[in-house]
């Protein structure tokens, strides 16, 4: 998100562990000791899902998008549940910070 650019932050890493019909586990580590790691997961390879919430702990926050902000403090593990919504979207390139569009950058 910081770089707005895909693929995970400088010391962050990111693990699938488990996988349903109606959502996804997710296990989120930054290694920094010292920076604050802003991450933004898309529902699907192509954004084609839908979140519809996320739960950590024994709190659970609607979403309603392909797309989840993630703030992770220095030295911070955490796991999520997805619930998702399958093939709500249709697929894309576009990245979040494109809008609905994708750029064209040479014509």
């Not at 349903?20 to 000791?33: E, F, I, K, T, Y």
């Not at 926050?61 to 993630?70: C, F, K, Q, T």
């Amino acid at each position: 998100a910081d770089c707005a650019r895909p693929g995970l932050p400088p010391d962050v890493a990111a693990l699938v562990d488990e996988l349903r019909a109606d959502g996804a586990g997710l296990q989120l580590v930054n290694l920094s000791p010292s920076e604050t790691r802003n991450l933004i997961v898309q529902a699907g390879a192509f954004g084609e899902h839908e979140f519809a919430d996320v739960t950590h702990g024994d709190q659970t926050i609607p979403v309603g998008s392909r797309y989840l902000a993630v703030q992770l403090p220095p030295s911070t593990s955490i796991r999520l549940d997805t619930g998702m919504r399958r093939f709500a979207n249709q697929p894309t390139y576009a990245f979040p910070w494109h809008g609905d569009k994708i750029p064209v950058p040479y014509q």
